[in-house]
């Protein structure tokens, strides 16, 4: 069966540091990844979307990247991290057009 | 751009009352429909979907959902709440496989005993 860990759960960073999220998949190959952010009042956003190893998609400008080095990695990352970088990041893995998403983890930028 | 809107942002019901979540989207073409739910301290999880054909789709839990392709609306029904029912519900949009799922800003539940 297909399994998405995400880590870490929870994060508490200072504005200035970088950021690295890391999501994998198991049980599954070649599935689309996505990172959301679900941030208070302002519901699900959808930040990067992945077809493929090294392919991927920016839907919202922002200080965020993120990568895929490996079929089944996704990465999310930032240089530099901003107070209003914080909320809750969600990683999912898409099938039939079935979103299964991670446990998430709610970073705090302080 | 696609874009998904949910009416209510905050509702409280008593339990054994009827639920309706408002949802909808702007989009031309052909849409697949969801709903997910996030129960407290839980992951998100799907509710029900629409693909296509009867436009009425069935759930778990005894939630519905119905699709009406002229008001591009797909909301969400429970003809009697219970208090596990308590949690936030996002209904979400895509342009068909391949694409990615676009979120409304949620609907908060709360049902009181």
């Known amino acids: 069966s297909q399994t998405i860990h995400q880590w870490p759960a929870t994060l508490v960073q200072p504005v200035g540091s970088p950021l690295s999220l890391e999501c994998t998949v198991e049980g599954t190959s070649n599935p689309n990844l996505y990172w959301y952010r679900q941030a208070a009042g302002r519901g699900l956003q959808l930040l990067f979307y992945s077809v493929g190893i090294g392919q991927i998609s920016s839907e919202v400008p922002q200080n965020l990247s993120a990568s895929r080095p490996q079929d089944r990695q996704f990465i999310l990352s930032s240089k530099k991290l901003l107070l209003s970088d914080s909320g809750f990041y969600l990683c999912?893995?898409?099938?039939?057009?079935?979103?299964?998403f991670g446990s998430g983890t709610q970073l705090s930028v302080l | 751009a696609q874009s998904v809107s949910q009416h209510n942002h905050h509702v409280i019901l008593s339990e054994a009352a009827s639920l309706e979540l408002g949802c909808n989207y702007s989009y031309g073409g052909t849409v697949n429909l969801f709903w997910y739910v996030q129960y407290p301290g839980q992951h998100l999880q799907l509710l029900l979907k629409?693909?296509?054909?009867?436009?009425l789709v069935k759930g778990i839990k005894g939630f519905e959902a119905e699709f009406i392709k002229s008001k591009f609306s797909f909301n969400l029904r429970k003809p009697s709440v219970q208090w596990s029912d308590t949690a936030e519900y996002f209904c979400?949009?895509?342009?068909?496989?391949?694409?990615?799922?676009?979120f409304g800003k949620g609907t908060s539940l709360l049902v009181t005993p």
């Open positions: 979400a949009v895509n342009a068909g496989s391949g694409y990615a799922l676009n």
């Open positions: 999912a893995w898409g099938q039939n057009e079935k979103l299964f």
């Open positions: 629409y693909f296509s054909g009867d436009p």
